[in-house]
């Protein structure tokens, strides 16, 4: 395939950044589409050439390209994928791959209809420069056998800080994501790095709101998901999904029967790697603390990209499967997604049912859909209307106050 591939991208706040890194990778994007249109403008302004303006999916998909990237709302990107299967285009899909089970099954179930199509959860943190590091190190064997791992995503906030938003859409997702739902940034680097798939998963979450002296509209006060996995290969994960504890930090740990890897909170892109002072291997100090190095063809590029150069080598992965016509590695495929998915979600219930453990499907098996294919509970409002079907914090009636809402609303300039 010596074309460039041609793009489309739904949803342009978050998705121009994802195409811009598919065009470093000899992509053209070809069309755009949302509803909002100070972020269509935004976007255009952008763009080098002319490019076809949608302002509703319907004729978005319509138009001739080879590549959708789906950055619409969170919860809401398993009914487009299909949709795109369908015309036979490849799928960049961010963030969790399905927001109910229901979507999940038949995300998977539309997948397995088509020929020829490539799906990729564009999850980039497995491409940071430390995360590879450890990758590489659980490769080598040294650590030994695999049997726990952490990864967090620590993401505080300064609620005074509105940011670009000009308008207050009181039932967007984010007003509404609970704890546990953000959670490939957490996950998908350790499944990553071990290879191990989540069986079985329980949660507790802790509440702490933004005071009331502060300006907010979420419905969530909850700080943090402690999630913790049983996998298919006896280890376990402690996990979370976007928490807000401390300060920021993206930190993951992996831990083996002979040592241990792990990123150093606060130190950029430094790890630390140790063994039992009884089995250091050839080489190696019991403590090894250095710098992680890319030591890839492509560096000069994926330094200019986002998310410390993830952004550039997931675009490339997605790329590399397309012109080998071949899905992409654990844990980016569908099946990966959707297990994802299943974890965000099915930590959610856990948590709101006192920690209770709940099995993992695995939607390779029709066994395992059926008993989803009916579940469409959801802590969100949807696009046409509909109420969320569970709470989404684990205070189940807590909201913010009017005087919160004013507040954030005076910062914004909203009238």
Known sequence: MSKNLKVGVFGVFRGMALVNNLKLNNCELVAMCDYNEEHLQRALARCDKDVAVYRNFDSFIEHDMDICVLANFFHEHASYAIRCFEKGIHVYSECISNGTMAEGVELVRAF??????VYMLAENYPQMVFN????????????????????EYNHPFNPYDIGI???????????????????????????????????????????????????????????????????????????????????????????????????????????????????????KEEINCYEAQWNDKDEELIKTAGHGGSD???????????KANKQPEFPFDVYSATVMSSVAILAHRSMLDGGKPYEIPDFRKEEDRAKWENDRLTPFWSTDGKAPTLPCCSVTDYKPTDEQIKKYKMLAGIE
């Not at 397995?112 to 199509?117: G, I």
Request: some cysteine.
């Open 112 to 117: 397995e209809k088509t020929e020829n199509v």
């Open 165 to 283: 938003s000009k308008t207050f859409e009181p039932y967007h997702w984010r007003n509404f994501c609970p704890s546990s739902y953000y959670i490939t940034h957490s996950l998908g680097p350790v499944m990553k790095a071990t290879g191990a798939i989540p069986k079985q998963v329980s949660c507790l979450n802790m509440f702490s709101p933004i005071p009331e002296s502060d300006p907010v509209v979420k419905n969530n006060g909850d700080k943090v998901s402690i999630i913790t996995t049983q996998n298919d290969d006896g280890s376990i994960f402690r996990v979370v999904g976007c928490s807000r504890f401390g300060g920021h930090h993206n930190a993951y740990r992996i831990c083996g029967t002979k040592g241990q890897i792990e990123n150093l909170r606060g130190m950029g892109n430094k790890v630390m790697l140790r063994y039992n002072e009884w089995e250091i291997p050839e080489g």
């Open 132 to 151: 590879l590091e450890m990758q590489n190190t659980v490769k080598t064997g040294t650590l030994g056998k695999i049997i726990y791992a952490e990864g």
């Open 312 to 322: 550039f080598i997931t675009a490339r992965i997605f790329v590399e499967a397309i």
